[in-house]
């Protein structure tokens, strides 16, 4: 099976040896995202500025592959602070729908730039 970077101007550049995404057969690994507006390489203020740009940048991702939102089946969520879960499951369940995907949030010691959330997701393009 060969794999495939996918690539947008509209989510940031990644800052490391990593693709935005990579398509292995109908499945898409995008990375993790974290609120970093792609037009000026700043973080977002604040946690749901932050959270809202994560949601802007898989989107772009997810559309670069030839997909949608709701074609992610599983999102890992890595928070700065668990005291934030409450703020971010109320963001996502506005950008989601049911079903939702699948999940994990893990509390860490940090995130790149000092940001307070970063999310990876799993897709699965349809036919």
Same mark, same amino acid.
């Given at each position: 099976?060969?794999?495939?970077?996918? !690539?947008?101007?509209?989510?940031?550049?990644?800052?490391? +040896? @990593?693709? !935005?995404?990579?398509?292995?057969?109908?499945?898409? @690994?995008?990375?993790?995202?974290?609120?970093?507006?792609?037009?000026?390489?700043?973080?977002?203020?604040?946690?749901?500025?932050?959270?809202?740009?994560?949601?802007?940048?898989?989107?772009?991702?997810?559309?670069?592959?030839?997909?949608?939102?709701?074609?992610?089946?599983?999102?890992?969520?890595?928070?700065?602070?668990?005291?934030?879960?409450?703020?971010?499951?109320?963001?996502?369940?506005?950008?989601?729908? +049911? +079903? @939702?995907?699948?999940?994990?949030?893990?509390?860490?010691?940090?995130? +790149?730039?000092?940001?307070?959330?970063?999310?990876?997701?799993?897709?699965?393009?349809?036919?």
């Amino acid at each position: 099976m060969s794999k495939d970077a996918i !690539q947008t101007r509209n989510a940031p550049a990644a800052i490391g +040896p @990593y693709s !935005q995404a990579i398509r292995a057969g109908r499945t898409v @690994y995008l990375s993790g995202q974290i609120g970093l507006d792609p037009a000026t390489g700043s973080l977002r203020e604040g946690l749901e500025a932050q959270i809202r740009q994560v949601i802007a940048n898989l989107k772009a991702v997810t559309e670069a592959a030839g997909g949608t939102l709701d074609d992610i089946v599983k999102l890992t969520l890595l928070l700065a602070d668990m005291g934030d879960f409450g703020a971010v499951n109320d963001i996502l369940a506005k950008a989601f729908t +049911p +079903p @939702y995907p699948a999940r994990a949030t893990c509390q860490v010691a940090a995130l +790149p730039k000092a940001a307070r959330v970063e999310i990876e997701a799993v897709m699965e393009l349809k036919g």
